[in-house]
């Protein structure tokens, strides 16, 4: 599937081709941090299916409580969280944030991770697979 997206005031651009099988939720507790609210949505697309059309975003490198680095990938003016990937050498998947995407309608989640930091008070999710601490 073709998309394309951007941050709030229009400074980073973008498309990609992405699979929307492959959407999911993180309740990770870093994910509930860095987005303000109760969890994080995404698409995945890999790093030769991702084109910057307008902009680049700003990287702030976050080390999880394993020790793994992530990049963010983030809109320097408006602060609207782009991406997310790996840090270092090899191919990249990026995680799309659902939110920045124009289709994001068509972006059903299919899969939740990180469920064991799930905010009690959200509801269950039908038809969504849950995976406890993958990710």
């Not at 709030?8 to 860095?34: F, M, N, R, W």
């Not at 320097?76 to 790996?86: K, V, W």
Request: aromatic share 8%.
């Amino acid at each position: 599937m073709n998309i394309d997206g951007g941050c709030h005031c229009g400074a980073i651009a973008y498309e990609a081709d992405v699979d929307p099988e492959k959407t999911s939720i993180c309740h990770c507790t870093d994910c509930q941090q860095l987005t303000g609210t109760a969890f994080r949505v995404t698409v995945q697309a890999p790093e030769d299916k991702l084109r910057f059309t307008k902009g680049e975003p700003k990287v702030y490198i976050k080390i999880g409580s394993t020790g793994a680095k992530r990049a963010q990938g983030f809109c320097a003016d408006c602060g609207s969280h782009i991406y997310a990937t790996s840090v270092g050498d090899g191919p990249k998947v990026y995680g799309l944030r659902v939110g920045t995407v124009r289709q994001r309608q068509e972006l059903v989640p299919r899969r939740e991770v990180w469920h064991r930091s799930a905010l009690h008070w959200l509801p269950r999710f039908e038809s969504v697979e849950t995976t406890i601490e993958t990710q």
